[in-house]
């Protein structure tokens, strides 16, 4: 029996998988690389649709009530600014202020490493140095300072360097910052006035009616549930960082209005966003109170604080539709991380969920799914 044609089926067969099998690692290879090298697009561009997806609720319903979108659009981006705005004017003060206290802590935690280094060293080599006493005291007495005055030199030299370097950056980047956030904002009036003339054309050359209503049931489920969660976590976030800033107030730490809006947005960061708190309220402590047990009152105030969040009042207000497994979200933060820098990591909860929220009104990946849910 011949079955030299069932053999060159399979050969054709398999280099068709072979194909496909490339041609999508290809593909995947491609959007990796211009998601991250067109990050000054898509960040800006996420952040506009995430912030017009909040705001488009509250415009329809002035529409409703004969107020124009282009007023109303307006008036709820100048409402979602404002704030912002006077809480970055009123802190500017108090964060060059620590900006600049910062140095004198990496000195002083410089010299007490090298005080503990050279105590550990003199008893390592005690015998040593009684021997060569009688010879060292011939010895210029000022030498050891004068090495002292060398490290703390060389230390302060390096520190400014690093405080000139980061401010050099900062002005780089303050046009380009400032250009994303014009344009940021106009997209967003852009979106809230013509987005949903623009949805509803779509929406109408859809071939079928059943087609039709699943675009308007996912737009609709998408940005109710989407809003839920932003809105959610901003009211938690900001609760925290009123408590943390009471507490801090109370117990004397200076600024504390600056640590506890520090602590606020540290907090849209799961689980890594505490840790980077903690470890800035801990070097605050040391600042204000020295290098002291006392030091540790206000990073242990928050972390109580911080516990009580996210193991208590977090997991009750978001709800079931809201889990996803802590792994996926830190394997999440990491590749947003690695693409788009501290931006991608801030933004990349809500695009978690924005992405699980079609996925499961769609009904697809639902393996998929099951997994991204799995001990949320």
Same mark, same amino acid.
């Given at each position: 029996?011949? %079955?030299?044609?069932?053999?060159?089926?399979?050969?054709?067969?398999?280099?068709?998988?072979? /194909?496909?099998?490339?041609?999508?690692?290809?593909?995947?290879?491609?959007?990796?690389?211009?998601?991250?090298?067109?990050?000054?697009?898509?960040?800006?561009?996420?952040? /506009?649709?995430?912030?017009?997806?909040?705001?488009?609720?509250?415009?329809? *319903?002035?529409?409703?009530?004969?107020?124009?979108?282009?007023?109303?659009?307006?008036?709820? $981006?100048?409402?979602?600014?404002?704030?912002?705005?006077?809480?970055?004017?009123?802190?500017?003060?108090?964060?060059?202020?620590? !900006? +600049?206290?910062?140095?004198?802590?990496?000195?002083?935690?410089? &010299?007490?490493?090298?005080? =503990?280094?050279?105590?550990?060293?003199?008893?390592?080599? %005690?015998?040593?140095? +009684?021997?060569?006493?009688?010879?060292?005291?011939?010895?210029?007495?000022?030498?050891? +300072?004068?090495? &002292?005055?060398?490290?703390?030199?060389?230390?302060?030299?390096?520190?400014?360097? *690093?405080?000139?370097?980061?401010?050099?950056?900062?002005?780089?980047?303050?046009?380009?910052?400032?250009?994303?956030?014009?344009?940021?904002?106009?997209?967003?009036?852009?979106?809230?006035?013509?987005?949903?003339?623009?949805?509803? !054309?779509?929406?109408?050359?859809?071939?079928?009616?059943?087609?039709? &209503?699943?675009?308007?049931?996912?737009? #609709?489920?998408?940005?109710?549930?989407?809003?839920?969660?932003?809105?959610?976590?901003?009211?938690?976030?900001?609760? $925290?960082?009123?408590?943390?800033?009471?507490?801090?107030?109370?117990?004397?730490?200076? #600024?504390?209005?600056?640590?506890?809006?520090?602590?606020?947005?540290?907090?849209?960061?799961?689980?890594?966003?505490?840790?980077?708190?903690?470890?800035?309220?801990?070097?605050?402590?040391?600042?204000?109170?020295?290098?002291?047990?006392?030091?540790?009152?206000?990073?242990?105030?928050?972390?109580?604080?911080?516990?009580? &969040?996210?193991?208590?009042?977090?997991?009750? !207000?978001?709800?079931?539709?809201?889990?996803?497994?802590?792994?996926?979200?830190? =394997?999440?933060?990491?590749?947003?991380?690695?693409?788009?820098?501290?931006?991608?990591?801030? =933004?990349?909860?809500?695009?978690?969920?924005?992405?699980?929220?079609?996925?499961?009104?769609?009904?697809?990946? +639902?393996?998929?799914?099951?997994?991204?849910? !799995?001990?949320?």
């Amino acid at each position: 029996m011949d %079955t030299s044609p069932n053999k060159s089926n399979q050969t054709k067969n398999t280099t068709k998988l072979k /194909s496909v099998y490339y041609s999508n690692w290809l593909l995947f290879l491609a959007i990796i690389y211009t998601l991250y090298f067109a990050q000054s697009l898509i960040i800006p561009l996420l952040l /506009s649709v995430l912030i017009a997806l909040l705001l488009s609720p509250l415009v329809t *319903g002035l529409y409703k009530l004969h107020v124009p979108r282009a007023i109303s659009s307006v008036v709820m $981006l100048a409402m979602l600014a404002t704030p912002f705005t006077l809480i970055g004017v009123e802190l500017v003060e108090p964060a060059q202020k620590w !900006a +600049k206290l910062i140095p004198k802590l990496s000195m002083h935690l410089t &010299e007490q490493v090298e005080s =503990l280094s050279s105590t550990f060293e003199e008893k390592e080599t %005690t015998n040593t140095i +009684k021997k060569s006493a009688f010879f060292s005291w011939f010895s210029s007495k000022n030498e050891p +300072k004068a090495d &002292e005055e060398k490290t703390g030199y060389a230390v302060t030299k390096r520190i400014k360097e *690093g405080g000139m370097e980061l401010m050099i950056e900062t002005l780089g980047a303050a046009p380009v910052f400032f250009g994303q956030l014009l344009g940021g904002a106009i997209l967003i009036l852009f979106l809230l006035i013509f987005g949903p003339q623009l949805f509803s !054309a779509f929406v109408k050359e859809l071939p079928t009616t059943e087609q039709r &209503e699943k675009a308007i049931r996912l737009v #609709d489920v998408t940005q109710k549930q989407l809003s839920k969660y932003i809105i959610t976590a901003s009211v938690i976030n900001l609760v $925290l960082g009123l408590s943390t800033a009471s507490a801090l107030y109370f117990i004397g730490l200076e #600024d504390a209005l600056l640590w506890g809006v520090i602590v606020a947005v540290l907090n849209f960061i799961p689980y890594v966003g505490s840790v980077i708190g903690a470890v800035i309220l801990c070097l605050a402590g040391m600042v204000h109170f020295g290098v002291t047990p006392s030091a540790l009152i206000p990073v242990g105030a928050y972390l109580v604080l911080n516990i009580i &969040e996210s193991q208590f009042i977090t997991p009750t !207000a978001m709800g079931k539709k809201m889990l996803i497994n802590p792994l996926i979200i830190m =394997l999440w933060l990491l590749i947003c991380g690695w693409l788009w820098g501290l931006a991608g990591v801030l =933004l990349s909860v809500p695009v978690l969920v924005c992405i699980k929220l079609v996925v499961s009104e769609l009904g697809i990946w +639902k393996n998929w799914l099951r997994i991204i849910e !799995a001990g949320g």
